[in-house]
């Protein structure tokens, strides 16, 4: 492993990428593109410029915060000089919280963490396995994320962040170092930071989003590398479609539980 500016580089995951295929194909089926990292990229500038109109719109007391934050139950929160505001939660019917809430920050230090990782981990995944599995396993790893919070963390508890899909990234780019038996110890040393401090501030950072985006992350990545190469996107696509199947009744079934 290579340091980057934040987390590692894989040089072995890089030239597993870098192998080009007489049908233009990345190594494990993917259609390879000509920027790897445009999609991390744009990625990145939708999160920066939510994050813009949150701080325009009065920073922690902005009401885009309640209107895009996951919050598994609606409840009543005191907004500051005696103002109480009733706030919509999933159970409530509001599951587009599960989606937004992975484009949403307040503090500076958690989208410049969250949005370095994503610049430095984004690109040698797609490179790796191609635009359109790269978003499959972000998106999915990030609801992924959303319905471990909406079962493990409290009902009334505001969650935002792109953190569970980062998260997702590195457990696919774990799975993926090890299938091309390159040295796995950076990668390990610097997810066991993370979770380390995950659970050193537990008390302000989801680690039930944080585990539950790695968790997924790790089981999407296992299946594009390891799909049987006869019939790769019948059992890639199978399997993450499986994995998003199960994420939402996990929701479905929290709703229900909830309401």
């Known amino acids: 492993m290579r340091p ?3 987390g590692f580089q894989c040089p072995s995951c890089v030239h597993e990428g870098s192998k080009s295929t007489r049908s ?4 494990y089926g993917g259609e390879r593109t000509g920027n790897p990292a445009l999609t991390s990229q744009v990625l990145i500038g939708i999160n920066v410029a939510v994050w813009i109109l949150i701080v325009v719109t009065g920073w922690r007391s902005s ?3 309640d209107r895009l934050a996951l919050l598994p139950r609606g409840a009543l929160f005191n907004a500051g000089g005696g103002q109480v505001v009733q706030v919509t939660g999933v159970a409530d019917g509001a599951p587009w919280l599960l989606l937004t809430s992975m484009f949403a920050h307040v503090d500076l ?6 949005m370095l990782a994503l610049y430095a981990l984004g690109p040698q995944l ?3 396995i191609g635009r359109t599995r790269f978003l499959l396993l972000y998106f999915v790893s990030g609801l992924a994320a959303s319905a471990t919070v909406m079962w493990l963390a409290g009902q009334y508890s505001q969650t935002l962040g792109a953190s569970g899909a980062v998260f997702g990234l590195m457990g696919a780019l774990l799975v993926l170092a090890v299938k091309v038996r390159g040295d796995v110890r950076g990668i390990l040393t610097w997810v066991g930071i993370n979770f380390l401090i995950t659970v050193v501030f537990a008390s302000f950072i989801s680690w039930q989003g944080h ?6 992350g790790a089981l999407i990545g296992a299946i594009i590398v390891y799909a049987p190469r006869g019939q790769r996107p019948l059992w890639q696509f199978g399997g993450i479609a499986v994995v998003a199947g199960l994420v939402a009744l ?5 709703i229900a539980a909830l309401a």
């Open 109 to 114: 230090w958690h989208i410049g963490f969250n």
């Open 211 to 216: 585990l539950g985006g790695f968790l997924s």
């Open 24 to 27: 233009g194909r990345t190594p």
């Open 63 to 65: 009401p885009l915060i």
């Open 250 to 254: 996990a929701v479905v079934v929290r």
């Open 4 to 6: 980057a500016s934040v």
């Open 126 to 128: 797609e490179l790796a």
